[in-house]
């Protein structure tokens, strides 16, 4: 089974600092996604990332920022946390010769900045 | 721009009926997978059905299974047999055309009334 695992389930940050969020998979996945999930707005594409040290801006990239250093791990970066990046925050990863482009999730970081 | 349509924010089943969650999509893509996620209250997100737009026939797994019309780029989940297990939020995903990337819609809550 894939196993997808973010660094941490809740996160409490104060504003202005610099958050990292984790995300690591193990089964040799090209593509990884952030998303972040909000009520209402349903799952809204942050980055994603299709190779190492490759990445491409989603739908609402303004504020983040992401690295992909290795295969298996895909970091969401805040620079400087602002209180309307309080949200839930997704990592998914899929494998780029699977057709059916299926992903597979985390279990998500609720954030909370103050 | 939203290409994933779910027009029933929140939804209630009595326990044991059938329920069924509308979803409308758009894509450019000529073959092409659908999805429906499910997303527990314990937030893991989990794949419920998969359907290839190719195929013709509906797909079912156990108590889940689709309405899928092509034509009019309808895609509708249907719960038979609802379970308090089912209770969840549900996400219908369809791939906007182009690249590696699924858009997802704003979810529908469903609730399972005992």
């Known amino acids: 089974d894939v196993k997808v695992t973010q660094s941490s389930r809740y996160l409490v940050k104060r504003t202005g600092e610099k958050v990292f969020l984790e995300c690591v998979q193990d089964?040799?996945?090209?593509?990884m996604f952030w998303y972040r999930q909000d009520p209402g707005l349903g799952l809204r594409l942050i980055y994603f990332?299709?190779?190492?040290?490759?990445?491409e801006k989603g739908d609402i990239p303004e504020g983040y920022s992401v690295s992909r250093e290795k295969k298996e791990r895909f970091s969401l970066i805040l620079e400087s946390a602002s209180t309307n990046q309080t949200s839930m925050y997704l990592c998914?990863?899929?494998?780029?010769?699977?057709?059916?482009?299926?992903?597979?999730f985390g279990p998500g970081t609720r954030l909370t900045v103050t | 721009a939203q290409t994933v349509t779910q027009s029933q924010p929140e939804m209630s089943v009595q326990e044991a009926e059938t329920v069924t969650l509308s979803c409308t999509y758009d894509?450019?893509?000529?073959?092409?997978?659908l999805f429906w996620y499910k997303q527990p209250p314990s937030r893991q997100m989990i794949l419920v059905i998969r359907?290839?737009?190719?195929?013709?026939q509906n797909a079912t797994e156990n108590r889940f299974s689709v309405n899928f019309q092509k034509a009019a780029k309808s895609f509708s989940l249907k719960i038979s047999d609802s379970q308090l297990g089912d209770a969840a939020m549900y996400f219908c995903?369809?791939?906007?055309?182009?690249?590696?990337?699924?858009?997802f819609g704003t979810g529908t809550r469903l609730t399972i009334i005992p």
């Open positions: 995903a369809s791939p906007p055309g182009g690249n590696e990337k699924l858009t």
């Open positions: 990332s299709y190779d190492v040290k490759m990445k």
């Open positions: 894509t450019s893509e000529s073959d092409y997978y």
């Open positions: 089964m040799d996945h090209e593509n």
């Open positions: 998914a990863s899929s494998l780029t010769s699977d057709s059916r482009l299926e992903q597979y």
């Open positions: 359907q290839e737009a190719y195929k013709q």
